[in-house]
């Protein structure tokens, strides 16, 4: 039986992002506590909204440890707005958590970079491995990894979030209106406007784990004509000294500016820096 929103008491907003407002909320049947995003569909093209249908189709059969599980998804026509209900994750995201770190000029441990690599390694994995239903054959592709995506539960485990929502509620695949903020973690092969493939999630992982290090990201400019100058010559400089070369030298492979020459996501989590980690946490 499909929920509604009286089914839930409303606490406080926890957080909004290109796709909507996420509001803390209890679920009256048994108190427990949920996340409401609120998406607003009412400016959306048809093929747009089948494809918006699809992708929360696709994040009901994401199930997974470390991927934000998904409860419910309300509809309000009389709004055009679409509610998901999802898994609350105590922590918060990791966009907040490098802003802290920077904050208080402390690094992060490499043991607590490790902890996240591996858990966000087996997320994907669980993604990659997930086949697209309805003909849309092929891995499914997170394509918006970032810090602001990527959420920490009570244990502080990793729960990623957000399949391509951002990407459909743009529904304008030109460059300028797809990202919200600076794209820092794209691709060159997304600024030359090639095919997203796996290896582009690659890309945008090896970014994440470099400003989980750095607290700044791989590439930064003023404006995104200058980033997209910056990704595409790939220069990056080392991550701060206290981190290991192992470390350094798995996210400069994760950077290589040829997808093909990245590694996989099972050579990373073959790897000796990691392999003990994906162990542990499998
Ligand atoms: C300041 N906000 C937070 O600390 C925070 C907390 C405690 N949780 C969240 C966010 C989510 C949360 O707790 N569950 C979620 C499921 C999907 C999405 Cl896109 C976001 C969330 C946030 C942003």
Request: charged residues 25%; hydrophobic residues 35%; positive net charge.
């Amino acid at each position: 039986m499909p929920s509604k929103l009286c089914d839930y008491e409303i606490l406080y907003l926890i957080g909004s992002g290109s796709y909507g407002k996420c509001l803390k909320v209890r679920r009256k049947s048994d108190s427990k506590i949920l996340v409401w995003k609120d998406m607003d569909y009412g400016s959306m093209t048809e093929p747009e909204k089948q494809q918006l249908v699809s992708e929360v189709n696709l994040l009901r059969e994401l199930k997974h440890k470390y991927i934000v599980r998904y409860h419910d998804r309300i509809i309000d026509r009389s709004k055009s707005r679409l509610y998901l209900i999802m898994e609350y994750c105590a922590g918060g995201d990791l966009a907040s958590l490098i802003t802290k770190c920077r904050k208080d000029r402390s690094f992060l441990d490499e043991e607590t970079i490790l902890k996240i690599f591996s858990q966000l390694l087996l997320a994907l994995q669980a993604c990659h491995g997930q086949r697209r239903r309805n003909g849309n054959q092929g891995k499914v592709l997170h394509r918006d990894l970032k810090p602001a995506n990527v959420f920490l539960d009570e244990n502080n485990d990793v729960k990623l979030g957000d399949f391509g929502l951002a990407r459909v509620l743009h529904h304008d695949t030109s460059f300028a209106k797809t990202f919200v903020g600076t794209p820092y973690y794209m691709s060159p092969e997304q600024m030359n406007k090639v095919q997203y493939n796996d290896k582009s999630d690659i890309w945008s992982l090896g970014c994440l784990i470099y400003e989980l290090c750095a607290l700044v990201p791989p590439f930064t400019a003023p404006n995104q004509k200058l980033l997209a100058v910056k990704i595409k010559e790939g220069q990056f400089r080392r991550i701060p000294s206290k981190y290991s070369n192992d470390l350094q030298e798995c996210i400069a492979s994760m950077l290589n500016l040829t997808s093909t020459l990245r590694p996989s996501l099972e050579d990373i989590m073959g790897s000796l820096m990691l392999r003990k980690y994906v162990k542990e946490y499998s």
